[in-house]
């Protein structure tokens, strides 16, 4: 299992949850992106940022089982 976290606008389109668990092992970014987009109507998945293991990550990097994902959109201010 893998815990994901969310940040900003994405946490409220999952609900308000800080993480989800999910079985991510053996997918890339990018799958993990869509099936999450398709499944809770998550809004840009293309612009966000991700991290795993607290280290970005590139959409076609492949997730081990127990790995930490983390999706960040961007941000903007002054």
């Known amino acids: 299992m893998n815990k994901v976290l969310f940040f900003a606008h994405l946490r409220d389109a999952v609900g308000g949850a800080e993480f989800l668990s999910v079985d991510a092992g053996g997918k890339t970014v990018a799958e993990l992106k869509a099936e999450l987009a398709a499944k809770y109507d998550l809004p840009k998945m293309d612009t966000v940022m991700t ?9 076609d990097e492949v997730i081990q089982a127990g790995d930490e994902i983390a999706f960040i959109p961007p941000v903007s201010g002054g």
Not at 51 to 59: G, L, R, V, Y
């Open 51 to 59: 991290a795993i293991n607290e280290e970005f990550a590139a959409n």
